[in-house]
């Protein structure tokens, strides 16, 4: 606990700036080492300029932030280094922060010891850590409604419903004769249940949305060789990162490209031909591309219009069914010589650049991507918290399923696990709140 | 003169805790301040209730007398909540007021090893912050290894009828004016707390046409496990329920200035229990409430006054006179008695330990109202404890804490010690977690062995409840033992009750986890063929039918079981731990939790608290 630790908390390569986070009792102490003046006895929450010297050579020119405990992230005493010289001066500076003293810190452990010297919750911590991953606007916005507690007051709000039936529950325990006091019957709290079920799970829903936020959706292309997925995935990304050419079967590798639709991250996976072979080589870029069906969120089938369906494509079509999926007929500009049953079909042309934004509308469509713009970002998108989630809404189905069979004091239980997980998620499960929530609502006494 | 353990109070914890340590064989000395006032019941006329009720079958299990005496005195039996499952059913007795202190007195006067002694005990005597016994108003000193505690109500009491204090103890008894400040000076934190009691109506003055009666139960039930009591139930006193009347309301709210709670003749900061609140606060909180529920109960066979439950006020007595006259057949009701509220003196518990010997002087050990409980039962709980602690504290054996998964006197003594309180404690089922572990049908499964091992529980009665034990094993073997087969005999039987159809032999057992089937109707399908008594097959009946919900509650009580095997060390520094919130920090210095899991359950005290705490644990004792 009471070491110092020192990271680069900023993307190394990104940005003029980068900054050196330095934490821990001794962060002044080891700083001082290296700098050019005397910060020992500064001042609390005061910017120092100068230089970050090496036996007598300067290193870089850098600001220094001096936060001193308790009034910082970690609650602990902080020294920010601001480098102006880039990667390698960066790493220098590191290195020299490591030599003098300071351990390296593992990822996330300042959010980590701000949670563990109270400076913040479970559910801030998450976060934050979320804040740093965030990829995207969309993203960054997520993680700070999380930080500000909406994500809480969601699941405090299920939380209030639970306790009114659990309280309700509880006063015809401890007050069974008081008649003017509404007795709760298993039939009565039935359809209350199973509003609180649906509203777990359109938290779940949202929540999964939450995840597509941060961790981007994975977008698979699959199709005969020389379909034209690479080309579609170079039109996507806007770079040539995979090799096109027109010999079947180059692509052996899976290529991933990053692109971004209405802030949502977008991860393009390329995927080998797939076709029966008996090459080697060929044939684990056939199992890749099986694995990647399993592995996206969404399926795009590539076909070409000029060509006839195989037995493979029916066959992979029947495989991608149950999945979110587009089927797109490529080189629209050739001779049709398909047949499809399939409803719905994008017809494009890369060549001659026609029908791809509708491609792209599609994949809003999908994932409702408009929606979770518009949407006030209030879900969960940790998996912790959304696996809570989903142990919370299994003890409230427990319930429902027990609802015939045993008397309500019984059921009560699978309510107050219900009620514990979701407090869980926010970092609250105290008793007292229940005993309170009994005397103010109920009016009891001798 | 010298004593073992000596007593101080002879309300229901006094009596509990003097005759524990005499039956453990101590020498034993009961102090009162009015041998006629022996185990009275100055509020409300019963014994047992919710939770409560199961209290009281904890303490029978554990050899107490409280129990007993109710069995013997009642005038009205009911088992609280039989419609729902069986952790929360209840046992609740109205029991005459005359006759239950009577018998308790005959107890105490009959118990070897007990003197009663008719005084008042104004101070302690101390030497190195250890107790070595008591000193009485005329300056006797009495000697003693242990002394217990059992003030009640009467340190430094006050009682509120509208602007009128008086100190005095409940139904103008001698206060005790001196003992509190003494242990301020010890060193305790002194708490002022308040409670209040609703009028008496004579009872040949009200019209019982216009209240709904109410009967206690056509089942006969005791609290004593030991014999099967048997009574003619239609021979109990009923209760009776009123409304409160809008008349009623108003005059309320007219005169609201004129209560000494919202008059502001209270002391300042004295907290009363929300529970009980007096009817003045309950049409103030509950404005949008039109009518309140009153129970007018009997209180002894022997003398003419009904107990008004729900009527509980400081109003002056002419507001009082008119309240009740607004209620329904109390036209011309008399009011034998004024409702008040009664303002006393109580230790903070936090200064004391699980085992009831306080932190701050060796030796003295407390009990009851003056740990900041309420109720007859509370308070006999924790006498209990007290009594046998103390004498096993002289022969230096381990204390007898009883966890939160065994017994709710277990739960009542943790939550005051580790949670301590700022209003009377009253204990509620949803006070107790493991509540399905800690029924009022396995009470005496749960902790007679405790009794029989500290010597409350004697050989025949012990042996008794071995055989029961023995029994409920067998009838259990039993049932896994013997199988249905898929004849069309059975099966029609089967569709008889509304069961599905079997396609294979079943066991007993396992046909019983049917919800519409139930050990009554295998019995007299003649499916079940041999008879045990009812309590046996009950336990073995409820085993099976609740065994996913009492697997789950198991395993959460491992789960804290083991956090209380993580010891925290008596010298432990809180100050030098790094990172602690403050709060957390004062909070653990304050309380000295002994074990993980209590210092967890510290109001204040944060899970990542309690992680910093384990790290420092692990580094400092460990390594």
Request: aromatic share 6%; proline share 3%.
């Amino acid at each position: 606990m009471e070491d110092t630790i020192a990271a680069i908390s900023t993307t190394l390569g990104v940005g003029a700036i980068s900054i050196i986070r330095v934490s821990g009792p001794e962060a002044i102490k080891i700083v001082n080492k290296i700098f050019d003046k005397n910060i020992k006895d500064a001042k609390t929450h005061t910017i120092h300029y100068g230089h970050i010297i090496d036996k007598n050579q300067i290193i870089d020119e850098v600001l220094i932030s001096i936060m001193l405990a308790p009034k910082t992230f970690t609650k602990e005493n902080v020294v920010e280094i601001n480098c102006h010289g880039g990667i390698i001066t960066t790493n220098k500076v590191l290195e020299l922060l490591l030599l003098n003293g300071a351990r390296l810190a593992e990822p996330g452990e300042f959010t980590k010891r701000a949670f563990l010297n109270g400076r913040i919750d479970l559910t801030q911590a998450e976060g934050i850590m979320n804040l740093i991953e965030a990829k995207t606007e969309v993203g960054r916005k997520l993680s700070i409604n999380q930080l500000t507690g909406n994500v809480s007051n969601l699941i405090e709000n299920l939380r209030q419903k639970l306790l009114e039936i659990i309280s309700n529950i509880e006063v015809n325990i401890d007050y069974p004769e008081y008649e003017d006091i509404e007795v709760l019957t298993n039939k009565k709290i039935y359809p209350k249940l199973k509003e609180i079920q649906e509203n777990i799970d359109e938290i779940i829903k949202k929540s999964e949305s939450g995840k597509i936020i941060k961790e981007g959706i994975n977008i698979g292309i699959i199709g005969r060789p020389n379909v034209g997925k690479s080309s579609l995935l170079n039109y996507l990304i806007e770079e040539d990162k995979a090799i096109v050419t027109d010999i079947e079967g180059t692509t052996r590798d899976i290529v991933e490209g990053k692109f971004i639709l209405n802030g949502i991250v977008c991860n393009i996976i390329d995927t080998a031909g797939i076709r029966k072979t008996d090459n080697i080589v060929e044939q684990i870029g056939v199992d890749k591309s099986y694995e990647i069906i399993k592995k996206s969120d969404l399926i795009i089938y590539l076909l070409n219009n000029n060509e006839k369906l195989t037995k493979e494509d029916i066959e992979i079509l029947n495989q991608i069914k149950n999945k979110k999926h587009i089927v797109v007929i490529n080189k629209i500009d050739l001779k049709n010589n398909l047949e499809i049953s399939e409803n719905e079909v994008i017809k494009i042309s890369i060549k001659e650049n026609i029908g791809l934004e509708s491609l792209k509308q599609k994949i809003i469509e999908i994932f409702n991507l408009e929606q979770i713009e518009t949407n006030d970002l209030t879900y969960l998108s940790s998996a912790r918290s959304i696996s809570l989630l989903k142990k919370s809404k299994e003890s409230i189905e427990k319930s429902l399923n027990n609802i015939k069979k045993y008397p309500i004091d019984m059921i009560e239980l699978d309510l107050k696990e219900c009620w514990n997980i979701l407090g869980e998620i926010i970092g609250k499960t105290y008793k007292e709140e229940l005993i309170d929530e009994i005397f103010s609502r109920f009016c009891l006494g001798k | 003169m010298n004593y073992d353990i000596i007593v101080v109070g002879a309300g229901h914890a006094g009596c509990e805790a003097a005759l524990a340590s005499a039956r453990i064989g101590k020498k034993t000395l009961l102090i009162t301040a009015n041998l006629k006032n022996v185990a009275s019941l100055p509020c409300n006329p019963s014994i047992g209730g919710s939770a409560k009720g199961i209290i009281v079958r904890e303490i029978d299990a554990l050899g107490g007398e409280m129990g007993k005496i109710a069995d013997k005195t009642f005038l009205q039996m009911k088992m609280l909540n039989s419609s729902k499952g069986p952790a929360v059913r209840s046992l609740r007795a109205q029991v005459d007021k005359v006759t239950y202190p009577k018998e308790m007195l005959k107890t105490l006067e009959n118990q070897e090893n007990l003197t009663l002694l008719e005084s008042m005990v104004e101070d302690l005597i101390v030497e190195n912050k250890e107790v070595r016994g008591v000193i009485l108003f005329d300056n006797t000193k009495i000697l003693s290894k242990k002394v217990i505690l059992t003030t009640g109500t009467y340190l430094k009491s006050d009682i509120l009828i509208g602007d009128e204090r008086k100190r005095s103890g409940p139904h103008d008894e001698k206060p005790s004016l001196y003992l509190s400040d003494k242990l301020k000076q010890y060193g305790f934190n002194i708490l002022r707390l308040k409670t209040g009691t609703p009028q008496r109506i004579k009872k040949s003055t009200i019209n019982f046409l216009e209240t709904k009666e109410e009967l206690g139960d056509k089942e006969c039930y005791c609290f004593n496990t030991e014999e099967q009591m048997t009574y003619d139930t239609n021979k109990q006193i009923p209760c009776h329920l009123i409304y409160t009347t809008d008349l009623t309301k108003k005059i309320i709210l007219e005169n609201l200035n004129k209560s000494a709670m919202y008059g502001g003749y209270v002391t300042e900061g004295t907290v009363g229990p929300r529970y009980c609140p007096s009817i003045e606060d309950k049409i103030v909180r509950f404005s949008d409430k039109e009518r309140h529920q009153l129970f007018i109960e009997p209180e002894s066979i022997y003398y003419d006054d009904m107990y008004l439950q729900g009527f509980s006020t400081s109003m002056p007595r002419d507001v009082q006179e008119k309240m009740v006259h607004s209620l329904p057949g109390m036209k011309n009701a008399i009011i034998t008695k004024y409702a008040y509220a009664i303002e006393y003196d109580a230790i903070s518990p936090t200064q004391v330990t699980r085992s009831l010997e306080t932190k701050i002087l060796k030796n003295l050990y407390t009990a009851g109202q003056i740990n900041g409980t309420s109720g007859y039962e509370e308070a006999a709980g924790q006498g209990i404890i007290a009594g046998i602690n103390a004498a096993l504290a002289i022969d230096n054996k381990e204390p007898l804490i009883l966890k939160r998964n065994e017994a709710y006197i277990g739960v009542l003594i943790d939550d005051l010690v580790t949670k301590g309180t700022t209003e009377p404690y009253r204990m509620l089922t949803s006070r107790a977690e493991y509540r399905l572990l800690l029924r009022h049908d396995n009470a005496d499964i749960r902790l007679t062995k405790y009794g029989y091992d500290v010597g409350l529980i004697k050989e025949p009665r012990y042996q008794k409840f071995q055989h029961k034990l023995k029994e409920i094993d067998l009838f259990s073997k039993y049932l896994k033992e013997n199988k249905l087969n898929p004849t069309t005999n059975v099966n029609s039987m089967l569709k008889a009750i509304k069961s599905a159809p079997i396609k294979d032999s079943i066991t007993l057992y396992d046909l019983l986890k049917r919800t519409e089937i139930d050990i009554n109707i295998l019995k007299k399908l003649n499916i079940i063929k041999e008879i045990y008594l009812d309590d046996v097959m009950e336990q073995v009946e409820i085993e099976i039918k609740y065994s996913g919900y009492i697997n789950k509650i198991n395993k959460e009580a491992e789960k804290m079981l083991k956090q209380e095997e993580k010891k925290i060390p008596k010298d432990i520094n809180y100050e030098l731990i790094p990172n602690l919130a403050s709060e957390a920090r004062q909070k653990l210095s304050k309380i000295n939790p002994t074990t993980i899991g209590q210092a967890l359950r510290i109001s204040g005290v944060n899970p990542s608290d309690i992680s910093i705490l384990l790290v420092y644990l692990r580094k400092k004792y460990n390594e």
